[in-house]
């Protein structure tokens, strides 16, 4: 059976999944679950999900969730190209680059953390704005750091891994977020190699069956 990909085009984690299947090159079907009717509480997506958050992958007979997981799960099982350079070493750098987004930015600015902070009062959207920005700047002023260390094209090596699965979908919510990337040189290069990209341009949230038109 093909995969499924059970996610929401403009959500990161769906976005960094859908990276991570196209640069394996493998083909999948799309199940788009809309976060702004809160489908993802739905009993159905509950099944796959009990967590209800975007993206939940139907492969190989499995379900599986959580984003990172599901990009170690596709690098352990379909090999090439491979998303983690050989060596633990280098593998510890990498999972640390990308950990630098999964763990420390979209945890502190996903759409259930925006409703908490509109709850309590941030209603505005330039608030809305400067709290995600906060926290997309403190992470990209690391990974600046960390890409002029390891980065030789892509943010480890010459090769994308499971950092750029990472920090492309991140570029992006922050560009929706009006966060300034003049001070990140480094990572506006990555991004315009990744729009060049094939298996980027085809995950990009404008190229999926339920984008708004
Ligand atoms: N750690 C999870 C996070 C998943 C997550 O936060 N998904 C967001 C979309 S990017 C979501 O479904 N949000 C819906 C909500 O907050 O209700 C992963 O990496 O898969």
Redesign the pocket.
Known sequence: MVPVLHG?WR????YRTRIGLELKGLAYEQAPVD?RTGA?RSEAFLRLNPQ????ALEIDGLVL????AILEYLDEAYPEPPLLPPGAAARAQVRAMADVV?CGI?PLN???LLKAIKELGVQDQAGQNAWAGRWINAGFEALERLIGQHGSGWCWGEAPTIADCCLIPQVYSARRFEVDLEPYPLIRAIDLRAAAHPAFQAAHPDRQPDADQ
């Open positions: 929401y959500s990161g984690t769906s976060l993802q209800g958050l975007a993206p969730t959580q984003s990172m999964a979209p996903n759409l259930r």
